[in-house]
């Protein structure tokens, strides 16, 4: 009758607690955007084939997401997880495609791969990934990575809520720049900003 902690959960233990200064330091912030722009704001991290929700704000709106810390999504077609993707290097990056396309239907897989393919553009042109409708067809959503230092991987904080209150075009013309800066402001202030 006893039980110990394994090496796993330590190291998971390690990596989240390494996290929590950036979580502390988002919070305030994820709330002013969540307010702003009536939707959800999300701090993800990964975890294999899934983007988990480390912490959440919510708007004072009626209407919103109703996810919580410890929600999963998925990474391929996400906003959360082509920010990650995105942010990521080109052989990581594979990797975790090739764990996606084991996994998926055939008939989704070329989609997926399209999807992440056009994050990427989109991180370079817009700043943001997009995922509009192709999470579930109902929610849009735009996200950012987040460089946490302590040479942890990248973390993702996202925008988004149900797709009849908030369009694609608020999402990339009134939230982008505020989430781009809300990301500047949280870099600088864990030293990773360039």
């Known amino acids: 009758g006893k039980y110990a902690l394994g090496s796993a959960t330590l190291s998971l233990a390690s990596a989240m607690l390494g996290r929590l200064d950036v979580r502390k330091l ?3 912030l994820m709330q002013e955007l969540a307010d702003f722009s009536n939707c959800l704001v999300s701090l993800c991290s990964r975890d294999r084939l899934s983007m988990v929700y480390v912490d959440v704000a919510r708007s004072s709106a009626a209407v919103t997401l109703s996810l919580d810390m410890g929600a999963r999504i998925q990474i391929a077609n996400s906003a959360s997880g082509r920010a990650y993707l995105a942010a990521i290097s080109d052989v990581q990056r594979e990797e ?3 764990g996606v396309r084991q996994v998926a239907e055939a008939s989704r897989w070329p989609g997926l791969q399209r999807g992440v ?7 370079r042109n817009l700043g943001v990934c997009c995922s509009f409708g192709e999470w579930q067809k109902d929610i849009n959503a735009i996200a950012v990575s987040v460089r946490p230092g302590n040479n942890l991987p990248p973390m993702v904080i996202s925008c988004g809520g149900p797709a009849y209150s908030v369009s694609a ?5 009134e939230v982008r720049p505020r989430l781009i800066g809300l990301v500047g402001i949280l870099e ?3 030293g990773t900003a360039d």
């Open 26 to 28: 988002a919070r305030p």
């Open 117 to 123: 393919a056009k994050a990427l553009v989109d991180r």
């Open 96 to 98: 975790i495609m090739e």
């Open 169 to 173: 075009e608020f999402l990339l013309d």
């Open 188 to 190: 600088a202030a864990v």
